[in-house]
């Protein structure tokens, strides 16, 4: 397949899809096929997570959390195509895929406070295009002119398998229930927030990642985006 159409008339792809359902894999390995910059936006919400924890923030409480995002100094640093978020001088690539950040993530993106804070901060990253974000709400809020939006879905079973290999993998000790409870939890949190919900924009093309090889979910991904570049679709 000839890629380079993409660079020549480079464009903003935003996905957009429920925890496991593989957009981030997806959103890296687009990233290098076509050369562009991959930005996580889930990291960013991680790293402030990360930031409440250490911090001990109520994030109940709206003065404290308020104070505590005055205090961050948060930016991504661009490493081979990928993004790693630096949280007060210090890369936090590791530290944002710990159990006790996935347990409180959902809540802390659901803020309102944080979601102003992080919006700009994502936006900018799009100027140049040539960008793929994935996340919650990148098609529908932070990207909604973006040429190209993709909604990632898979089947629940397939997710809880994918998600705790991730973390096994990653000597993380996890129980199934555990990783089960904790999707449910955030695809809950992630679709009934009051600000910028989890939700499928208008103009967006399902891909249904449940029975694709990570190979496929690719070629399938890029025949999608060059018909979008080329005019096709």
Known sequence: ????????????????????????????????????????????????????????IDVTHKESVEIALSNIDLHLALINCASNPILNGVNISEEIKSPEVAQLVSEVAALPEVRAFLIEKQRHFGKSKAVIMDGRDIGTAIFPEAELKL????????????????????????????????????????????????????????????????????????EIVMGVVNGKT
């Open 1 to 56: 397949m000839d890629l380079s159409s993409a660079s020549d008339k480079p464009i903003i792809i935003a996905i957009d899809g429920f925890s496991g359902c593989g957009k981030s894999t997806l959103a890296k390995d687009l990233a290098i096929a076509l050369g562009y910059i991959h930005i996580d936006s889930g990291s960013l919400y991680r790293s402030v997570t990360v930031d409440f924890i250490k911090r001990g």
């Open 151 to 222: 909604f990632i879905i898979a089947d629940m079973e397939i997710r809880v398998n994918r998600r705790l290999k991730e973390l096994k993998d990653k000597g993380i000790d996890v129980t199934r229930e555990e990783v089960a409870d904790n999707l449910e939890k955030r695809d809950r949190i992630d679709s009934s927030r009051e600000f910028s919900p989890l939700r499928q924009a208008n103009d967006a093309i399902v891909l249904d990642t449940s029975t694709l090889s990570r190979e496929q979910q690719l070629q399938k991904a890029l």
